[in-house]
């Protein structure tokens, strides 16, 4: 008996080292899964009359990213956005450079996105300056970040000058245009 008991204790000890010495490469397998789910793909945009969501919606899809949407604290109504009207709140706004419009949302977790889209109207050929805010509140230094934009009839102009240094430390891409574009479309423009 006391053989046997012997004999099922050394057992018992090879089966814990064994298993002790795998534990280490379980655990390593499980880091590299943690990392590479954390290591996704954000879709923000800010949309004042709904066309910037619908192309930030097909984006997200084609992505297969994280979608946030840029909420203004203050709502623009529409005699905010009425560009003909030079007091107008985005025309203020947009003849102010330095102005930052408040945000009353946040990403959570920023530090989990490798790659971030960030999606605007085009308003004065360059972003409105709420998209300034929203990059600014974040450490983007090492992440991609590609604009993407909609508009009414008029470029890119000179949105990735105006956006630049709020991010400086960013690895910036050029501006792409979603506007009016399928997802069979962007699914091309992204490759």
């Not at 709020?166 to 506007?179: D, G, Q, V, Y």
Request: aromatic share 8%.
């Amino acid at each position: 008996m006391r053989r046997v008991t012997m004999i099922l204790s050394a057992i018992l000890a090879v089966v814990l080292c064994a298993c002790a010495g795998n534990k280490p490469q379980q655990d390593s397998q499980n880091s590299n899964k943690e990392n590479m789910e954390k290591k996704t793909t954000l879709v923000a945009y800010f949309s004042a009359t709904g066309t910037t969501k619908a192309a930030a919606e097909k984006l997200a899809e084609v992505v297969n990213g994280d979608l946030h949407e840029i909420q203004p604290e203050q709502p623009y109504t529409d005699a905010d956005l009425d560009w003909r009207n030079q007091q107008s709140r985005s025309s203020v706004e947009m003849k102010d450079k330095s102005s930052r419009p408040a945000i009353k949302n946040k990403v959570e977790n920023m530090d989990q996105y490798d790659t971030v889209y960030i999606g605007f109207p085009i308003w004065w050929y360059i972003a409105p300056t709420i998209v300034n805010t929203f990059v600014e509140q974040y450490n983007l230094e090492g992440k991609t970040v590609i604009p993407f934009f909609t508009s009414g009839g008029s470029g890119k102009g000179e949105t990735l000058n105006y956006l630049k240094p709020s991010a400086p430390k960013a690895n910036w891409k050029e501006p792409i245009n979603l506007t009016g574009k399928s997802k069979n479309e962007i699914e091309k423009l992204v490759k």
